[in-house]
């Protein structure tokens, strides 16, 4: 009854709450590096609280968000129109990610091989220049953050890489075994379970520099999502359940102490040759379920439903992809006008909010000058 109704309604929005969580994930980024570029450059000593450290698994968090939302959409289009239209697809996807990054990586690539030594200030170059504009057009940045120090203004993009390499395999592997589409994710999933094993066995007898190209290909976290996804459509009665629980005492008890350890007191790589993939595991499990949450807890949906944090999610693309350059600019300034204004401990606060101001302001920019332009051609294509 009530998930019906619940599901048929969605079958034709979107999933209102998930905006918010794609916030709170890129603010988890954003502050991960404000505080690395703090201690890096002795502006302050941060503790090293877990909040500070949770960019690696923010990230993983997006691709479990990217895979059930992307799996979602296209087992639903295949249910009500027989077919999956692959080009559409790739032309949502096009409008949608290409401007911000091809801007971002064009800047990038200015900003360090041209006006860095215009303005005589130091900064090595690793790489050949042509080599690694080709490689970013082809999306493969987490090759060329793995192997060079590109500069902070390129790491985020390393993700995006990823997940339009995903992406590329993704839509026509649905199409191709649309009859048998479980086997397909779940195969996926426990291949690359299997790949992340074998790597951490790999990691004290492997250059660093490959390993950390290997450890982007995180596709468990979204196949994992696409797991969820293929279960809330095809198994209304399992959901039903979930639902009912979900909506609980017990549950929000003990969702929100989970979530609160994770956050500030959960520490990853407790175990030596297995951790990445226990660790992986574990996040896997409770990213799901806090995805599951957002659907269908009534108050943690209306929660993530407050209008500011909506829209803030609406924008955590940019927030994403330009913090970098935020902290870049945040840097030069302090340390050209406030680096003796401050004590140190006012230093890093006011670092804190200069680089997230500024994160938002860029941001703000982007998505009603850039972005929103090329969503409206989006439409055209669902």
Known sequence: GSLLIFLSYYMKKYFEGLDSLRFYAAILVVLFHITKVINRYNIYTMPDLPIFNKADAAVSFFFCLSGFLITYLLINEYKENGMINIKNFYLRRILRIWPL?????????????????????????????????????????????????????????????IEEQFYLIWAPLLFVFRKKILKVIVTIFILSIAYFTINSYLL???????????????????????????????????????????NSKINNIITITIIVYFLFFYNFFF?????????????????????LNAIFNDRLRSFLSIKVTSFLGKISYGIYLLHSISITLSLFVFQKFFSNFFGKIMTAYFFYFFVITFTFIFALFSFFFLEKRFLHLKEKFK
């Open 271 to 291: 175990l030596k040759k297995i951790h990445f993939i226990i660790d992986d595991l574990i996040m896997i499990l409770l990213f799901n379920w806090i995805l």
């Open 101 to 161: 990054y091809f801007s971002v990586i064009f800047f990038a690539f200015f900003f360090y091989n041209f006006l860095l030594p215009h303005l005589e200030v130091p900064f090595k170059i690793e790489y050949k220049l042509v080599p690694a504009i080709i490689l970013s057009i082809f999306f493969l940045p987490n090759y060329l953050n793995s192997y060079y120090d590109m500069g902070m203004i390129f790491s985020p993009t390393w993700s995006i890489g």
């Open 204 to 246: 004290s007898t492997t250059r660093q520099e490959l390993i950390s190209f290997l450890y982007t290909y995180r596709f468990h976290f979204l196949s994992s999502g696409g797991i969820l996804a293929y279960f809330l459509i095809n198994d209304t009665h399992l959901t039903n359940k979930l639902q009912i629980f979900i």
